[in-house]
């Protein structure tokens, strides 16, 4: 007795199942095969840009070139050598390949003039007349260039006085580029005044009631009296902007002071304080 083959897509309990279903009459339920089976997950491809090698842009160029020369030279003129013959219709398809060069390229000069003498190559030209034939084209190309930068210049300015005059929408606004402003505290503005003496009544200073002399005992503008060292302590705490007096609470903008290196100890970290901002 011959042993009982199964399908290659049907295990062994999976045909015995079916003989079991099949003897009652019941449906056998349609097995897809396993690569049917598995879910078709679809990732995109990742598309890395790199930048175009000198080799890629040269065949990009030439794509272009022969694409130009079989449509225009070829099946529009009908025009693969120059002869004296076919001078003036020469001259016409340059003009037409001029224009196409430009509109291709974008208005690019240096790849229109590159994609041109490709075009050149093409036509097997003598020496004598090769160099004529490029100046031609290259006028013919510059021609082009001028004419279309022209033409974007007058629909630009169309195109504004439209928008003037409400005929179109205003143009969406650029983002404006984030311009660093350095932070300038307000002591920055603190003037030091040279002062033969204190005008003050006493020679002690608000804060820490250290006695000075007239000379060394800064005054502010609101003829308080603080040291130097109380001075700075405050300009370095730089809790707030701005320095105030301990007694009337105004800002303190001049500060008067006879001893000059008291005067210069004050402008010193002063200039410190800027410069870490």
Known sequence: MEPVRYPETESKEQFIRGQILQARGQPIPVRQPAILQQPTILQPARVTVQPETMVAYKARMQVVADTLFDVICVTAYG???????????FREMIKLLSECL?????????????ISKLIIKKFHLRRVISPVIKNWFFNSIYTEHVRYTEHVRVNEIRIAQMRAEEFLPPAPLLRQPQVFVPYIPKFAAIQLVHNDASEAEDYCCGICSDEFT?????????????CAECITGQIKA???????????????TQISVGDEVIQ???????TAEIAKN
Do not use: W
């Open 214 to 226: 007239k000379e060394s005992l800064p005054t502010l503008g609101c003829h308080h009296t603080l």
């Open 238 to 252: 730089r809790t707030k902007s701005c320095i105030k007096c301990p007694y009337c609470r105004e800002e303190v």
């Open 264 to 270: 210069n100890q004050i402008y010193t970290v002063v």
């Open 102 to 114: 430009i509109t291709q390229t974008r208005n690019s000069m240096s790849e229109s003039i590159f």
């Open 79 to 89: 025009i693969t050598q120059y002869t004296d013959a076919n001078s003036a219709q």
